[in-house]
């Protein structure tokens, strides 16, 4: 089987949020959940994701070192470039990639660019937060706390509060979440985030896609805009747009970003 590894989220290598991708294309079926999960763990990175094709296009599914989860961004940002550009290459601009959280469409852009349509999160304010969350992230005392489908997001009132943050992992990983969001308004962007995610297996992610259906509605509405520019301000660096847009089906954001290849592999 071949193995792609590509940054996610960034117009350089050795930046952004790296991503394993394995075409299942010449397979009936997938592996057994056991090997997709020993292939992740193997591979040691935030992500691994594995595709097929169906009739209506291609199944996704996305497994951390340690766990399989519902969504995630830049594992698809980097399955949608090596259907583009390395296997598939198909004519048309879009392709849609089923999955746990429903059906996902990447397109294709200009100069690179590639854009995920994914569902908006919903969030609600926490009036009763886990002792673990203050505990573990520590700093200075947040404005907000609101609870989305799978996070946590913890809103800061500047850049530098979320940059000073250096959080208990330990303490973190008690937090019943997939994981914990920090915000803040960016000093050259609308916002900056990081995100903690000890409990799904990796302490803080580079770059977090999936995360940005929960940051862009609320920084949509806290600013009046419905298209902004993020940063996620880990060590590796990443730059995200996103765009609100309603569909009969419901609220849906655009998230888009570049991707490098950085290897192609064989498993054995």
Not at 95 to 124: N, Q, Y
Not at 197 to 204: A, H, K, L, N, V
Request: aromatic share 8%; with cysteine.
């Amino acid at each position: 089987m071949t193995i792609y590894q590509l940054d996610a989220f960034t117009d350089q290598l050795y930046a952004g949020n790296p991503a394993a991708v394995v075409p299942l294309t010449h397979l009936d079926a997938w592996l057994p959940d056991a090997q997709m999960q020993a292939i992740a763990t193997e591979n040691n990175l935030a992500e691994t994701a594995f595709y097929r094709r169906t009739e209506a296009g291609y199944h996704i599914r996305w497994f951390t070192p340690t766990v399989e989860v519902d969504l995630c961004g830049h594992a698809t940002l980097a399955t949608g470039y090596v259907i583009f550009f390395l296997e598939d290459k198909p004519s048309a601009d879009h392709i849609t990639l089923d999955s746990r959280s429903g059906p996902l469409r990447v397109c294709r852009g200009e100069a690179g660019w590639l854009t995920l349509d994914f569902p908006a999160d919903v969030l609600l304010k926490a009036s009763v937060q886990p002792p673990a969350l203050m505990a573990g992230l520590g700093g200075p005392k947040p404005l907000e706390v609101h609870r989305g489908k799978t996070d946590f997001m913890v809103v800061y009132a500047t850049q530098a509060d979320v940059e000073a943050l250096t959080p208990d992992f330990r303490e973190l990983a008690n937090v019943p979440a997939r994981g914990v969001i920090v915000t803040a308004p960016g000093t050259d962007v609308d916002f900056v985030s990081r995100f903690f995610g000890p409990q799904s297996g990796i302490d803080e992610d580079p770059v977090t896609g999936s995360a940005h259906t929960t940051l862009a509605p609320y920084w949509g509405e806290r600013l009046s805009k419905t298209e902004l520019t993020a940063r996620q301000l880990s060590r590796r660096g990443g730059y995200l747009r996103c765009k609100l847009h309603d569909t009969p089906t419901g609220h849906r954001v655009d998230i888009s970003g570049q991707v490098q290849l950085y290897l192609k592999g064989e498993l054995v």
